[in-house]
């Protein structure tokens, strides 16, 4: 009983990340991000498909996500991922069919993970990688793949 509370505390906080920014604005979600991403943010988009949320998949994703949200929240930005954005990203060559993770940040790589992200060690390539930390073979072999993203 108490771990079924604790991932529904887990999902309405996550979907309070991923829509508060854009309460009372009439800005589309890919304008939100570029407004982020021009005020220094580092943008985490994601799409979860399996909305069995007592399931493990889910259970694990919530997990890693909100575990990562809560250590870096001053300088990211947490987005549910939208209609808009998916045709915006589908214009820059991503074909959106699955769930996902997007880490944006301004004038630097973007990073694109396709699936289920339950994975502690992609976040913390994606962390280093931002803070410009040197990454090793490990943070290597977990970052996702680099795409180039235009929202403009």
Do not use: C
């Not at 889910?58 to 998916?86: G, I, K, M, V």
């Amino acid at each position: 009983m108490k771990f079924r509370r604790l991932l529904i505390n887990i999902f309405l906080w996550l979907t309070l990340i991923g829509n508060g920014a854009q309460a009372g604005s009439e800005r589309s979600l890919p304008e939100t991000i570029n407004f982020d991403l021009s005020n220094g943010k580092i943008v985490v988009v994601y799409q979860m498909l399996n909305d069995d949320t007592a399931s493990e998949q889910y259970a694990d994703w919530a997990y890693y996500l909100n575990e990562f949200a809560e250590s870096n929240t001053p300088q990211y930005q947490f987005y549910a991922a939208d209609a808009a954005l998916n045709d915006r990203l589908a214009e820059n060559n991503l074909a959106i069919t699955d769930s996902y993770t997007l880490f944006l940040k301004k004038h630097e790589a973007s990073f694109y993970y396709q699936g289920v992200l339950v994975e502690s060690p992609t976040y913390l390539a994606i962390k280093t990688y931002y803070a410009g930390e040197e990454l090793t073979p490990m943070h290597h072999a977990f970052m996702p793949e680099e795409v180039t993203i235009n929202l403009d």
